[in-house]
């Protein structure tokens, strides 16, 4: 059987030193912006935020030099990510891009490609979407629908793209499209496509969620026409591409950190001298907090130092989106106070909105009981 | 991995795989002291890792003695190894010789004191400490108490003591140790990095490194149990909801083996008191889920006394509870948070 391993170490005295950089610029950046907005943590969306944030240096900064990026650590990198979403910064304009469409075009994508969109990307300017699940495609990944026929100079798309975050939004979006098909091997004939969001053809209508919301859209292609220097890697590489993409967006910060703002709301709401209950409920979650950024930084540092920890990516997702999810019920259980929308206390507030968003922790990048599945591969039992 | 803390791993895997057979925790079950054992473990050097070379130690770090407090849990090792780590650190760390053989700690309970009196020349030792593990089996034992303003190291033979004995749910001797008037065989003021309550503190730490292998074996041990035993005509772990239930259990282990590890990271740096809290609470909340997972996967016989499952989960069930439980840890913990202030908490986490 194969075990996990949680090497521990410490971050390098340049990321440590990026860390105070990053503060002085958020307590200017953020000033007095409120804990519900703060609470949207990596669902805050402002181009201008972002474009910022591209110019200090602060998009692609792994990549190499020649395509924008600032050849920087990894740890730097998590340095960084660490300290906006525990600001509650939005960064939701250039996240996708940053995380996974980017790295995505650097291993995949054509020279072309990554000249074109990684220097916009990282100054902040292009955002991006993630076109994966269909109407009867979620957690079936391989089921996918939508088609790219070839023609003449690259592909006619026929089909619908749900649950499309910011797709709204974005500039592009990242299509993972079916090139052919064989019953036998669903997996096979999956392409992925750079797909601009502004193609005649495409219709995107706002999938409102239960908050009344609208991030996610359903997107329809009617005949779009997709020109082939945008289809990215080989034709029927996509399956594999997938599953590298996903694998990025396991064990980052944004896995545990999503109702900090609640914690940091209870911690004000219970004060300086709390009682016995109070103070272990708080003293709970700052445990499970605490242990939560050792086991995230510690895949950072595997990562850092070339390795492949993605047995210990999916477990840290599947420990953080439980807790993250867990916190809305235990201030609940804890405090007993009414959440709110737009009225009542900052904690109220913070616990309305976090309450109404929680569902969505253990569904988004792959459902809880899929990742269960990848861990249980990785116990020797699949 | 430095090369120090491969070796140990090394040794104390082979040495706990050869001899904690399930005959050698049966018979510690019934009171039998497994004195070749300890031999073998003591001459190994896993005792004293933190006791300088100078005295004979093997001069290491909390690190390294992570690596034999955690393989001590994950081979449920019936013997008071951490309890002796921990007290020659406190002795040698106070300028104190460390007498060889088994050692113990006391107190134990977070509120529980014991008196260190100046007698003419010589220190008195009063009191009574409850619980104190291996208590009857260990040759000293390692007191630190508050005496004339000071926080103090003492240490006492063992015989000079009145036990009365007691036992944990894995029969582990839990003993009340009676001192009145007893000399000690030396003490000490507490050297640097000694805190005020230090046995209930490191005591919580070595806990939480030995649930934490306790874990390990848990999730191994359920694993295995789930590929091997057949239900409805195929390995009861290619059913969805076990492999569910095992990714459960590999999560709390990873986070108790993160937490302790982190813990005895701090260790090192210099004051561990909230990684110690955080390990106790996040790793006894572990042992608890974690128990009760392999128990249902190993279905009726991981419930009989014959299968082994239930020597490491009968201590899981103790070890939580001992040196604080997590509501004790988090209670502590939570008003340490508070006091500091929301705005304070992230600096904090991330200093540290």
């Known amino acids: 059987m194969q075990t996990f391993r949680f090497e521990l170490g410490e971050l390098p005295p340049e990321a440590e030193a990026l860390r105070a950089e990053v503060r002085a610029f958020l307590r200017q950046e953020l000033g007095d912006t409120p804990p519900v907005l703060r609470a949207h943590s990596w669902g805050g969306f402002d181009r201008e935020f972002s474009k910022k944030m591209g110019a200090r240096g602060w998009i692609a900064m792994t990549w190499p030099k020649r395509y924008g990026g600032h050849e920087r650590s990894a740890l730097e990198r998590y340095v960084v990510l660490e300290e906006m979403l525990a600001a509650g910064a939005p960064v939701s304009a250039h996240w996708i891009a940053d995380r996974q469409s980017g790295p995505l075009l650097l291993r995949f994508g054509t020279e072309a490609q990554r000249q074109k969109f990684l220097p916009a990307i990282a100054r902040g300017e292009l955002s991006f979407a993630i076109g994966m699940s269909e109407p009867d495609s979620g957690s079936d990944l391989a089921s996918l629908r939508t088609r790219a026929e070839r023609v003449d100079g690259g592909y006619k798309v026929n089909g619908t793209k749900v649950w499309t975050s910011n797709a709204h939004l974005a500039d592009y979006m990242i299509a993972t499209l079916r090139t052919s098909y064989d019953p036998a091997k669903k997996h096979e004939g999956l392409t992925q496509f750079l797909v601009d969001t502004k193609l005649p053809g495409i219709t995107m209508s706002p999938i409102i969620d239960l908050a009344g919301s609208h991030h996610f859209n359903m997107v329809v292609f009617e005949d779009v026409f997709v020109p082939e220097e945008m289809r990215v890697g080989e034709e029927g590489a996509g399956w594999k591409q997938v599953t590298t993409e996903l694998a990025f967006e396991r064990s980052g910060p944004e896995r545990y950190l999503s109702s900090f703002a609640l914690i940091l709301e209870l911690i004000r709401e219970v004060g300086k001298n709390p009682s016995e209950r109070a103070a272990a409920t708080v003293g709970r979650l700052v445990a499970h907090l605490a242990t939560l950024r050792q086991m995230s930084l510690s895949v950072a540092l595997m990562l850092q130092a070339g390795e492949n920890p993605n047995l210990e990516a999916a477990v840290v997702k599947d420990v953080g989106t439980t807790f993250e999810q867990e916190v809305p019920e235990i201030v609940h259980a804890s405090l007993g106070v009414e959440p709110t929308i737009d009225s009542g206390s900052d904690l109220q507030q913070v616990l309305g909105f976090l309450m109404q968003r929680a569902p969505s922790f253990s569904l988004r990048g792959g459902t809880r009981e899929i990742l269960r599945g990848i861990i249980a591969r990785g116990l020797g039992l699949r | ?352």
């Open chain 2, 1 to 352: 991995m430095n090369e120090l803390r491969t070796i140990l791993g090394d040794v104390v895997t082979r040495l706990f795989t050869e001899r904690v057979t399930k005959d050698l925790l049966e018979s510690a079950e019934t009171g039998a002291w497994p004195d070749a054992l300890w031999h073998a473990v003591e001459e190994n050097g896993l005792t004293w890792p933190l006791v300088p070379e100078s005295k004979g130690g093997a001069g290491g770090t909390w690190a390294d003695a992570f690596v034999v407090a955690r393989a001590a849990g994950r081979h449920a090792v019936p013997l008071p190894i951490v309890e002796t780590m921990v007290g020659s650190w406190l002795l040698s760390a106070s300028g104190l010789d460390v007498p060889s053989g088994p050692l113990t700690l006391a107190p134990v309970h977070r509120d529980e004191r014991l008196r260190l009196a100046r007698a003419g020349n010589a220190w008195r030792l009063s009191g009574a400490a409850a619980r104190v593990p291996w208590g009857r089996a260990a040759g000293h034992v390692v007191v630190v108490t508050e005496a004339d303003g000071r926080t103090m190291v003492a240490l006492a033979a063992r015989g000079a003591v009145e036990v009365k004995a007691d036992q944990n749910l894995a029969r582990e001797p839990r003993d009340t140790l009676v001192f009145e008037q007893t000399p000690v065989v030396a003490a000490a003021p507490a050297g640097r990095g000694v805190p005020p309550q230090a046995t209930f503190l490191y005591g919580a730490l070595a806990r939480s490194a030995q649930m934490a292998g306790g874990l390990d074996y848990l999730l191994r041990q359920a694993s295995q149990y789930a590929t091997e035993r057949r239900q409805f005509g195929k390995p009861i772990g290619s059913f969805q909801v076990i492999q569910q239930n095992l990714a459960v259990l590999a999560g709390h282990t990873a986070a108790a083996g993160t937490a302790a590890a982190n813990a005895f990271g701090a260790a090192d740096r210099g004051d561990a008191a909230f990684e110690i809290a955080v390990a106790k609470v996040r790793v006894g909340e572990a042992a608890g889920l974690g128990a009760s997972i392999a128990h249902q996967v190993h279905g009726a016989i991981g419930f009989t006394y014959e299968h082994a499952l239930q020597f490491t989960t009968r201590r899981l069930w103790s070890w939580r509870a001992e040196f604080g439980s997590e509501s004790d840890w988090a209670v502590e913990l939570g008003r340490s948070v508070a006091e500091r202030g929301a705005d304070a908490l992230w600096p904090h986490l991330t200093s540290r």
